[in-house]
């Protein structure tokens, strides 16, 4: 029997609170488009069974990701077939499920930033992991506040997300940076990524979420 996307899920509360307060929670990995090695498939199984995904569904996934192809809860341009939504302690928790059975987990989070000059930011990231990788999604606003702030203000909003300094989740401060400027300038937003799970945080461009 599958379970509940609440109890399923209860597990993204504990993702959040690894990106916020110390990495991007180690999420399975998965090769570039040849497929995925037996030891990352090993990973991916064991995430789908926490998740509480049927046999039958996890082998067809599997099927896929050796085939080099992506989930759907991997691609914007996929809507998924139903979704739940419960308040938890750790924010608004969305548990989505899509045509091939895959599911996406979304957390809205809000981090207040103090920095140096005693200046106050508060931050709403979106966090989504998807059984292949967690993306901390920063807002449209927060994107435009990133682009047009300063290094040390980035640094601070950055360190925010991955423990006491940067270089906690291994990411450049400045590719950061150059990343929120091409995601601002093209209407999108920017976000941190973690796929392998021995692998570094990277800036990526999405679609806004808020």
Known sequence: MRR???HVWGGALAIATAVLTASFFPTPARAAQSGI???????VRATMHAAGLS????ERLIAKLRAGEQLDSELETVAPESSVTTLQ???????ATYPDGSIRTTV?????LTGASARIYVAHPTLECNLIHCTLIYSRADTKYMATASFSTVSAIVA??????????GIAVGVVIDTTHNAYS??????LRK??????VYPVIVSCRK
Do not use: Q
């Open 4 to 6: 509940s996307p609440v």
């Open 37 to 43: 090695t037996l030891s990352e498939e090993r990973s």
């Open 55 to 58: 046999s039958a569904v996890i």
């Open 89 to 95: 302690d750790a924010g608004v928790v969305t548990t």
């Open 108 to 112: 809205e989070l809000e981090r207040t």
């Open 160 to 169: 925010a997300a991955c423990g006491p300094a940067a270089r906690a989740c």
């Open 186 to 191: 093209s209407g999108r937003c920017v976000g």
């Open 195 to 200: 796929v392998l799970a021995t692998g570094p």
